[in-house]
C-alpha cells in the first residue's frame, strides 16, 4: 500500500461511490478508474468501506495517493477493506447508507443491487448530484454516464458548484 501523500485542496470535496460488495471484473475496473480519478481531482472518497465495488475505488485512489473514507456497517474497524484509509465503525448495519450519501457532495454509483438502489434513493431524496456508471437504469434524477472519466468529471463539477 502506498504511503498516504494526498494533497486536497480546501474546502475539501467528498466525493461517495457506492455499488456492490460484489461485483464483476469490468465493474472492478471501472470502480478503480473512478477511485483514481477521484485522488487525481484532489477530492476525498467515502464509501460503505467493504468489498467489490467500494475495494476497487478504493485500491484505485489510493494508488493515485488519495484519502479513503470508509463508514462501516459494523462496530469493528478491521471490517474495512485494506485501502480505507479511515476505517468508521458505525454500528447501524444497512443504516450506515444514510450517512455514505449524506457525507458527500456528489454520488457516483457502479453497477449494485438493492443496497445500492437503496443508497440512489437517499442520493436522491437529499438532492445530491447524482451519475450512474452501468448502474440501474432509467432512473428519473440520476445522470447516466459512459465513462469512469466522465463519471469523475461530472461528480467533481457537481460537488464544487455546491461550494460556491
Given at each position: ?8 485542496p ?34 476525498i ?21 488519495g ?60 438532492e ?35 461550494l460556491?
Amino acid at each position: 500500500m502506498a504511503a498516504f501523500q494526498a494533497h486536497i485542496p480546501l474546502p475539501a470535496i467528498a466525493i461517495a461511490v457506492i455499488g456492490g460488495n460484489q461485483c464483476s471484473e469490468d465493474e472492478a475496473e471501472q470502480a478503480a478508474a473512478v477511485g483514481r480519478g477521484i485522488a487525481e481531482a484532489g477530492a476525498i472518497l467515502v464509501c460503505g468501506g467493504r468489498g467489490g465495488v467500494m475495494a476497487a475505488a478504493c485500491k484505485g485512489a489510493r494508488g493515485a495517493g488519495g484519502l479513503t473514507i470508509g463508514l462501516l456497517p459494523g462496530e469493528e474497524r478491521d471490517e474495512a477493506n485494506p485501502d480505507v484509509l479511515l476505517p468508521i465503525p458505525t454500528g447501524l448495519g444497512i443504516g450506515r447508507n444514510l450517512l455514505v450519501i449524506n457525507s458527500a457532495l456528489a454520488v457516483i454509483a457502479i453497477g449494485g443491487r438493492y443496497g445500492t438502489l437503496s443508497e440512489i434513493a437517499f442520493a436522491l431524496q437529499l438532492e445530491k448530484p447524482l451519475f450512474g456508471l452501468g448502474s440501474w437504469p432509467e432512473i428519473p434524477g440520476m445522470v447516466t454516464v459512459s465513462r469512469a472519466e466522465e463519471a469523475v468529471r461530472c461528480a467533481v463539477r457537481a460537488a464544487r458548484e455546491q461550494l460556491k
